[in-house]
């Protein structure tokens, strides 16, 4: 599996390439440096010509992905490319749809404190464009160690269910605990609202998990033969957790996080079919999180399920 990287020469770059290396390092993935630069046009008083230009810019480019090549260990296999466009956003999806990428990866940018995101106006354009799933790094990233947790942020809405088989089977590969986690924005007492989001969240985990049978959905191309999880080891590992608060940002800062987890959310239903766009109880989330999060597209599953040739599963690399 590959997962495109956005690149670029400042500490939003670096973080992108920590968070892909953490990636990768669960799943053997491969990493594709992309770094866009702007297309040159020749005009009539322009003082070097168009070629001269384009070949300092490349050198530059060049430099630059080189440097960020050697943040890489040695385990993950990377390779730089150079894009020219216009859009760094357009250059990054064309990127990830020739190379076939199960993933792309970008840093967010930072204004506040404690590491959290202000979405930029290429993480904004890929948040609703994109038709694979998009891992957003926080200002700050520093971690190069696999996951430890995945969370999962369940809905009530069509298409959470498939959210979660994702999730299952992203932590099974990577034999992480999972948690599934509903945000609730209460006043008052919050005892029965609770209740019945932990009641909706154990329904949809084992509808998710009797959908694939003995084993985890998604599970049909284990790494290693005989080792796909079974349904009750899967289970152990997974808990539920509500949270709530007086604004979604604040039910996020009641729970914990560790730093090697990462939340996995859904596209909002506003999102054309097979791509992103990002709701606004999302973009709450993200303005309040401190770890990573990846955005999956609607009907992302079902777009690549009988068209993959990677070794992971629908849920994770094909959804």
């Known amino acids: 599996m590959r997962y495109v990287v956005g690149y670029s020469a ?12 953490s990636l990768a390092l669960g799943r053997g993935a491969s990493l594709d440096l ?10 009539g008083h322009a003082l070097a010509p168009k070629a001269g230009f384009e070949n300092l810019l490349t050198e530059q480019a060049q430099e630059w992905l080189d440097q960020a090549l050697a943040l890489v260990p040695s385990s993950v296999p990377a390779q730089a490319h150079i894009r020219s466009h216009d859009s760094d956003a357009h250059a990054l999806i064309e990127a990830a749809e020739e190379l076939g990428a199960d993933m792309l990866i970008i840093g967010a940018t930072s204004t506040g404190l404690f ?40 809905g009530t809405r ?21 948690r599934v986690v509903s945000l609730l924005a209460l006043d008052g007492d919050a005892a029965d609202s609770a209740d019945a989001a932990r009641e909706y969240a154990a329904k949809c985990l084992a509808d998710a998990l009797a959908a694939g049978g003995p084993a985890v959905p998604g599970e049909a191309k284990a790494e290693v033969p005989g080792e796909a ?18 604004s979604i940002e604040e039910a996020v800062d009641r729970l914990d996080w560790e730093d090697g987890e990462v939340l ?6 506003l999102a054309k079919g097979r791509s992103i766009f990002l709701g606004s109880t999302a973009g709450r989330i993200l303005r309040a999180l401190p770890v990573p999060m990846i955005v999956v597209p609607s009907d992302y599953e079902l777009k690549h399920l009988n068209h993959s040739a990677s070794s992971d599963t629908p849920r994770e690399a094909q959804q």
């Open 229 to 246: 999880k079974t349904e009750a080891q899967v289970e152990a590992k997974t808990e539920i957790v509500v949270a709530h608060g007086r």
């Open 34 to 43: 992309v770094l866009v630069v702007p297309e040159v046009q020749q005009s």
């Open 264 to 269: 996995l959310i859904g596209s909002s239903r």
């Open 115 to 154: 590491k959290r995101f202000t979405i930029g106006s290429v993480a904004s354009a890929l948040l609703h464009a994109s038709t694979v799933p998009v891992a957003l790094a926080p200002h700050g990233y520093h971690r190069q160690e696999a996951l430890t947790r995945i969370s999962c942020g369940l």
């Open 158 to 178: 069509a298409g959470a269910e498939k959210l979660l088989e994702f999730a299952l089977g992203m932590a099974s590969n990577r034999d992480v605990p999972l």
């Open 10 to 21: 400042n500490a939003r770059g670096h973080d992108a390439v920590n968070l892909a290396v």
